[in-house]
């Protein structure tokens, strides 16, 4: 019997592990609207997914596989009625991660959110970055660049759009013949085509546009100086810098109708406006920004926003963190200077990695 006992303590553990939990982060843009943020993090397989749901229904989630530096963009935008639509429109966005964009996976793991009901705002607004993708991957052969787009795109066979100009930089990456991934792709030419602003009729084909901001997200590490039991100078993880970026996707789509939001008078709200200007790189024109309604922060996804402590041996951690971490070491160090250093300063000594709680924002 206590074998038994062991055994299913044992699978009990390695459920806990794979599973782990799911934290919910408030966000409110620049315009004062909250929603909410659903953040996972697995150190097994080194991927982040950051997902919310966007005013207009649009789930957005961001995936990121920083295994294979690749990163993916999903969006399954609901069908509008009035415009005689009625299947719901899956996209996803392939593109090469840069890992300084985001935390990887085994630091986001240290993270703790001290207050779940704390409304976050990132301390920095990143530069708008316009991607034409003029190829289409073939999500079938996905597995030449991740194992995971198969899966996060299973609904998007025909609208899983990629950057010729990464494909080349993965097979670099990947170390991978470029040739045997160009043939798990298609080309979808952007040069010479109609802007779907431009075109009204619904049965034509047209370069589509779609824009899509992630309001919070943790950017990096702060680093801080401090002195260990033996009067040593060490640096350790003392934070977490956080950031806003909106993207702007350019592809082809065979009619106009796949591309009904990308119309001057019917386009959704610009949501590069409901963050701050700083850093701002300019995009095409959008119709001005519409405020986000505040059910938005009803209609994320339902989830439990306690943080259950899960020991550092876990292989799956799930976490997530504010702007303005505390620090709490794990083990003391003494003589704390609490100075900051710039993370291309730090020294190559780091102290032990620790549980990073957060202060509730301040208004």
Not at 2 to 17: E, G, K, W
Not at 83 to 106: H, N, P, W, Y
Not at 295 to 305: H, I, P, S
Request: charged share 25%.
């Amino acid at each position: 019997m206590p074998t038994n006992r062991r055994r299913y303590a044992i699978l009990f553990l390695q459920l806990l592990s794979s599973v782990g939990c799911q934290l919910v982060v408030n966000v409110k843009n620049n315009g004062g609207d909250i929603y909410r943020e659903n953040i996972n993090a697995n150190t097994t397989q080194d991927t982040v997914s950051l997902e919310f749901r966007k005013a207009d229904g649009t789930l957005a989630t961001q995936f990121i596989d920083g295994r294979n530096e690749v990163q993916v963009f999903k969006v399954v935008i609901l069908p509008e009625e009035e415009r005689g639509q009625t299947l719901i429109q899956t996209m996803c966005f392939v593109s090469r991660f840069a890992k300084s964009e985001f935390i990887s996976s085994d630091a986001m793991s240290k993270l703790r959110q001290k207050n779940p009901s704390a409304v976050r705002h990132p301390e920095e607004t990143r530069p708008n970055e316009i991607l034409p993708m003029d190829l289409v991957l073939n999500v079938a052969s996905s597995h030449l660049l991740s194992p995971h787009i198969a899966t996060l795109c299973a609904d998007a066979t025909e609208t899983t759009y990629m950057a010729d100009n990464d494909l080349r930089l993965l097979s670099q990456i990947l170390n991978r013949d470029y040739q045997s991934l160009q043939g798990a792709t298609h080309s979808a030419p952007l040069d010479g085509g109609v802007s779907c602003r431009a075109q009204f009729d619904l049965s034509q084909p047209c370069l589509c546009h779609y824009d899509l901001c992630v309001g919070w997200y943790p950017c990096g590490l702060k680093y801080c100086r401090g002195k260990d039991s033996a009067n040593r100078v060490v640096s350790y993880r003392c934070g977490i810098k956080t950031c806003s970026k909106c993207r702007s996707f350019e592809f082809f789509v065979r009619r106009k109708s796949l591309c009904i939001w990308d119309e001057p008078e019917f386009s959704f709200e610009s949501e590069a406006n409901a963050f701050p200007e700083t850093n701002r790189v300019s995009l095409p024109s959008k119709s001005d920004a519409a405020p986000l309604p505040n059910t938005v922060a009803k209609q994320g996804l339902e989830q439990d926003n306690k943080l259950q402590g899960i020991s550092n041996a876990s292989a799956t951690k799930t976490i997530g963190g504010g702007n303005q971490p505390v620090v709490k070491m794990s083990e003391a160090i003494n003589n704390f200077q609490g100075q900051e250093i710039p993370a291309s300063n730090k020294p190559n000594v780091l102290g032990k990695s620790s549980h990073l709680d957060d202060d509730e924002d301040g208004e």
